[in-house]
């Protein structure tokens, strides 16, 4: 069975620091990988996703980058944290494009 | 314009009651998915559904893509049925990118 693991759980951070959050896939070869962020209280915005290893492509930059570093690891990050990064920051897998995506626990930001 | 339009906004429902949960879309279909939010923020899929009736238990699917629109029947709601229901279209146009509908909130009282 594949299990999608997000880290940290929550995080607080000061405005200007730097950030990375890691996603971790198990028993999957190969999958498709999805960073995605909600504001509080607002929609899901798909920020990136990657094919393969060291493939990244960006939908919504958010002053955010990722990195494909594995083939089961994606990892989101910045050097300098903004008040508005604050948020529910989800990870996903799907087999390839056009199929079923399944979410990861999310880790939750809080920027001060 | 919102390529998938979600309805109702919110829903209140007493213990045992139904709900019909709506998306209507306007964009080319490859399937809809319908997610569950917790109230801590975690998504669970319920369906990936891109044609016809789908069941899980109390849920149900329906998407026709010919009326353009995909549904969520909850039989028998219970409270911990409690949070907000996502749809999310996978466009046959864009790889990799879901369309979301902005949620329906569902609180199931006692």
């Known amino acids: 069975a594949q299990t999608i693991h997000q880290w940290p759980v929550a995080e607080i951070k000061a405005v200007g620091s730097p950030l990375s959050l890691g996603c971790t896939i198990k028993?999957?070869?190969?999958?498709?990988l999805y960073w995605y962020w909600q504001a509080t209280g607002g929609t899901l915005q798909q920020l990136f996703y990657?094919?393969?290893?060291?493939?990244v492509e960006s939908v919504v930059q958010l002053n955010l980058s990722a990195s494909r570093p594995k083939d089961d690891q994606f990892i989101l990050s910045t050097e300098k944290l903004l008040l508005s990064h604050s948020g529910f920051y989800l990870c996903?897998?799907?087999?390839?494009?056009?199929?079923?995506?399944?979410f990861g626990p999310g880790t939750r930001l809080t920027v001060l | 314009g919102q390529q998938v339009q979600q309805s109702p906004a919110s829903l209140v429902l007493q213990e045992g009651e139904n709900a019909e949960l709506q998306c209507n879309f306007s964009?080319?279909?490859?399937?809809m998915q319908w997610f569950y939010q917790r109230p801590g923020g975690s998504l669970v899929s319920l369906f990936y559904?891109?044609?016809?009736?789908k069941h899980s238990g109390r849920l149900t699917s329906t998407t026709v893509i010919k009326e353009r629109r995909s549904s969520l029947h909850i039989s028998s709601s219970q409270t911990t049925d409690s949070g907000t229901y996502l749809c999310?279209?996978?466009?046959?146009?864009?790889?990799?990118?879901?369309?979301w509908g902005l949620g329906t909130s569902l609180v199931v009282n006692p």
């Open positions: 996903a897998w799907s087999l390839n494009n056009y199929a079923e995506q399944f």
């Open positions: 028993g999957k070869s190969s999958p498709n």
């Open positions: 990657s094919i393969t290893v060291g493939q």
């Open positions: 964009t080319s279909l490859n399937s």
């Open positions: 559904n891109p044609s016809g009736t």
């Open positions: 999310a279209l996978d466009n046959v146009g864009d790889n990799s990118k879901l369309i």
